[in-house]
C-alpha cells in the first residue's frame, strides 16, 4: 500500500526566481544532485522530510508528466512558523496573500491556511493544524 509522498516536481520558467522563492521566502534548501543514470545534475528543493523536484520548462528531465507546464501545481504546506508570522514575512518580501487567512480541511483535519503564489503562478497554501 502506498504510505507517503516521496517528492514532487515543479516545472519552472524562470529557476533563479522559483529558487529564490522556495529558498529565501519560504526556507527551503537547494539540493543539487546527481541523478544514477549518469544524466545532468538536477535541483530540488527540500523541508522537512520531503523534497520539490524542479524541472526546467525548457528541458524537463524524462521522464515527465505527459504535459509539463509551469503554473499547474495547487500544493498545501504545513508549518509549524504560525500563519499570522508568515503573513508578516509575505509583506516583507512583497508577496501577495491571494487567500486568507481561512479555515480549511486538510489530510489529518481542520487548518488555518494563507494562499500565495510562486514566480510560475503556482496556488501554494500555507497552514497550521488546529488542534
Keep these: 500500500m502506498i504510505t507517503a509522498i516521496d517528492h514532487i ?4 520558467q524562470d529557476m533563479d526566481k522559483t529558487i529564490y522563492f ?5 526556507g527551503m534548501t537547494l ?3 546527481s541523478p544514477p ?6 535541483l530540488a ?3 522537512g522530510q520531503q523534497k520539490i523536484n524542479l524541472h526546467d520548462a525548457s528541458s524537463p528531465y524524462i521522464p515527465h508528466a505527459r504535459c509539463p507546464v509551469a503554473g499547474a501545481v495547487d500544493i498545501c504546506l504545513l508549518s509549524d512558523v504560525t500563519v499570522e508570522n508568515w503573513c ?3 509583506e516583507e518580501f512583497s508577496v501577495s496573500i491571494e487567500n486568507g487567512p481561512v479555515a480549511k480541511t486538510g489530510a ?3 487548518l488555518w491556511s494563507i494562499y500565495v503564489r510562486d514566480p510560475d503562478g503556482n496556488l501554494i ?6 488542534t
Design 37 to 42: 543514470d549518469g544524466s545532468a545534475d538536477r
Design 45 to 47: 528543493v527540500l523541508f
Design 125 to 130: 497554501e500555507i497552514s497550521n493544524q488546529k
Design 108 to 110: 489529518m483535519g481542520p
Design 22 to 26: 522556495y529558498c529565501e521566502i519560504l
Design 88 to 90: 508578516k514575512r509575505f
Design 31 to 33: 539540493q543539487r544532485f
Design 9 to 12: 516536481v515543479l516545472t519552472a
